[in-house]
Nanobody, 121 residues
Framework: QVQLGESGGGLVQAGGSLRLSCAAS????????MAWFRQAPGKEREFVAV????????NYADSLKGRFTISRDNAKNTVYLSMNSLKPEDTAVYYC??????????????WGQGTQVTVSS
């Protein structure tokens, strides 16, 4: 089993920045990828970014490239999502996930509880 815990969400004005953290514990060696997804009210969960623990290779949703950056600290078993130039449409619950690969939420086995990000206009 893998346990994930997100933190760093909050309320920010449009144009502002936030950095989310996701700490992993348990059988973290069993999965090589850590991803971020988000879900806005009334919408499906959507892919944000993914990173490989071993190589650091990243992949982003096309619409978020240039504003969001995913990174990891292997020593701390922690993945980060730095979000800049935030827009009201970025408002969502942000989840980290592991135990899978790719950009489909259905492919991931382990999920955190989520952290709310609210961007005011």
């Amino acid at each position: 089993q893998v346990q994930l815990g997100e933190s760093g969400g909050g309320l920010v004005q449009a144009g502002g920045s936030l950095r989310l953290s996701c700490a992993a514990s348990g059988r973290t060696f069993s999965s090589n990828n850590m991803a971020w997804f988000r879900q806005a009210p009334g919408k499906e969960r959507e892919f944000v970014a993914v990173i490989s623990w071993s190589s650091g290779t990243t992949n982003y949703a096309d619409s978020l490239k240039g504003r969001f950056t995913i990174s990891r600290d292997n020593a701390k078993n922690t993945v980060y999502l730095s979000m800049n130039s935030l827009k009201p449409e970025d408002t969502a619950v942000y989840y980290c996930a592991t135990g899978g690969r790719g950009i489909s939420a259905a492919a991931y086995s382990y999920w955190g509880q989520g952290t709310q990000v609210t961007v005011s206009s």
